[in-house]
T-cell receptor, first 113, second 116 residues
């Protein structure tokens, strides 16, 4: 069965550095998402992406965050200047259409030092 | 805003025990409701869903019924196995917050441990 794949599985970065989290959604999917889960807290929606543009974003998704689909297969989340509170598990998800469920990757654990 | 509340974990049960994980929601309109499961070291997997009132979602022996009158979607299983040990997340798609794009709102998750 096709899967959403995320790399790396664990990223350790110094505070203030830029980090890029990578996702390869399922190939025929059209809707893409990023979520995050701070340790011990809820999974929170960050952003959705459709038709090569952001369709929705949450309050968390401020100017330090950006997303790209650079080559038709990858879907990246960039954090420009990381803060300690960005430490979390980041999940990518995709789906084919609005009446299909989202498929999630295994997540990237981001640790900011 | 829309939200999901789950019972606090962890929940520890013996094999073949009955499981209930409570989930209630607050939403405007009629959201679609989901249970996701996260096995150790893995991502989130859809377990079951219900899209309208009185629908019952079921999968792998788990069931949940969409109760509009009590705004609940409790997860149940009659006889749990050790392999069911995981974290279970209740979620909804908010029809107000980007409902057309299907953004999920999750509960905090409930960790289930099943002992042999």
């Amino acid at each position: 069965e096709p899967e959403v794949t995320q790399t790396p599985s664990h990223q350790v970065t110094q505070m203030g550095q830029e980090v890029i989290l990578r996702c390869v959604p399922i190939s025929n999917h059209l809707y893409f998402y990023w979520y995050r889960q701070i340790l011990g807290q809820k999974v929170e929606f960050l952003v959705s992406f459709y038709n090569n543009e952001i369709s929705e974003k949450s309050e968390i998704f401020d100017d330090q965050f950006s997303v790209e689909r650079p080559d038709g297969s990858n879907f990246t989340l960039k954090i420009r200047s990381t803060k300690l509170e960005d430490s979390a598990m980041y999940f990518c998800a995709s789906r084919y259409s609005s009446n299909q469920p989202q498929h999630f990757g295994d997540g990237t654990r981001l640790s900011i030092l | 805003g829309d939200s999901v509340t789950q019972m606090e974990g962890p929940v520890t049960l013996s094999e073949e025990a009955f499981l209930t994980i409570n989930c209630t929601y607050t939403a405007t309109g009629y959201p679609s409701l989901f249970w996701y499961v996260q096995y150790p070291g893995e991502g989130l997997q859809l377990l079951l869903k219900a899209t309208k009132a009185d629908d019952k979602g079921s999968n792998k022996g788990f069931e949940a019924t969409y109760r509009k009158e009590t705004t609940s979607f409790h997860l149940e299983k009659g006889s749990v196995q050790v392999s069911d040990s995981a974290v279970y997340f209740c979620a909804l798609i908010s029809m107000n917050y980007g409902g057309s794009q299907g953004n999920l709102i999750f509960g905090k998750g409930t960790k289930l441990s099943v002992k042999p």
